[in-house]
């Protein structure tokens, strides 16, 4: 798998693939509909929220959303009481998640925006980011790593979610999930572009963060639950830190 660290000193560009926006972008309307397409996304949230809550502090804290698709997440770290900030490049996600907030009464500041651009405009701004689900569906993971580590305050945590490149991974993520159980619409995930830890781990050295966890995430269809821990063969998630400044 080709897994490209970003050069420095590059403009930023639209790290984006325009038929994977535009998938997504046919599923905005069904986004909240916890059984619709993204029934799954419904399912893994309250696990994925409570990893980056039992981690960093959320209460008060500065936190982005990147790749944020229809809200889920947004809106439980607002709820947790963080001030959120988030992001997506498709716009009809977008606006189902800004219709959302009409239901939920809740606060996120949504923009069609880019990590990269962000991060030449805010950096060291956040003491939490969150990237769910996402790395998996762009040309260049390792920039969105890059960029979330420069809008990180010293001190502040990454968290990640992905889809292991293994046969596991194949079978339950696109046969099974795709294919079998059509819980996911076919096409939704391309075996390619499965991360490997090893591979996560290195795009988040290389980016100047501290890894301080990977653990697996698992997803039982039938039960509709999710619990973390245990082996990494299918999905897991990352915590990384970024270390505090060298006083002289």
């Known amino acids: 798998m080709n897994f490209p660290t970003a050069a420095a000193n590059v403009a930023p560009r639209v790290n984006a693939d325009p038929a994977e926006l535009a998938r997504f972008g046919q599923l905005a309307a069904r986004w909240w509909d916890p059984n619709g397409e ?71 500041d949504y923009r069609e925006q880019s990590v990269e651009s962000l991060a030449e405009a805010a950096p060291e701004r956040f003491d939490v980011i969150t990237c769910m689900e996402m790395l998996e569906h762009v040309p260049d993971p390792a920039s969105v790593i890059e960029a979330c580590a420069r809008l990180l305050k010293p001190g502040g ?69 999710a619990t973390v821990g245990g082996h990494t063969q299918v999905n897991y998630l990352a915590c990384a830190r970024k270390p505090e400044a060298v006083r002289g």
């Open 38 to 108: 993204a029934r799954p996304l419904h399912d893994l949230n309250p696990a994925r929220l409570r990893y980056v809550a039992e981690r960093a502090p959320l209460r008060g804290a500065l936190a982005l959303d990147v790749g944020c698709g229809g809200g889920l997440l947004s809106e439980a770290l607002a709820a947790a009481g963080a001030e959120v900030t988030a992001l997506d490049l498709s716009p009809e996600v977008l606006e189902a998640a800004r219709l959302h907030l009409y239901e939920s009464g809740l606060k996120v």
């Open 157 to 225: 945590r990454l968290f990640l979610s992905t889809l292991n490149r293994t046969p596991a991974a194949f079978g339950l993520a696109i046969v099974g999930a795709e294919y079998v159980m059509r819980l996911l619409p076919r096409g939704t995930h391309r075996y390619a572009q499965f991360i490997r830890p090893s591979e996560l781990a290195g795009a988040i050295r290389a980016a100047g963060l501290e890894l301080e966890d990977v653990s697996g995430l698992h997803y039982n269809p039938l039960t509709r639950s």
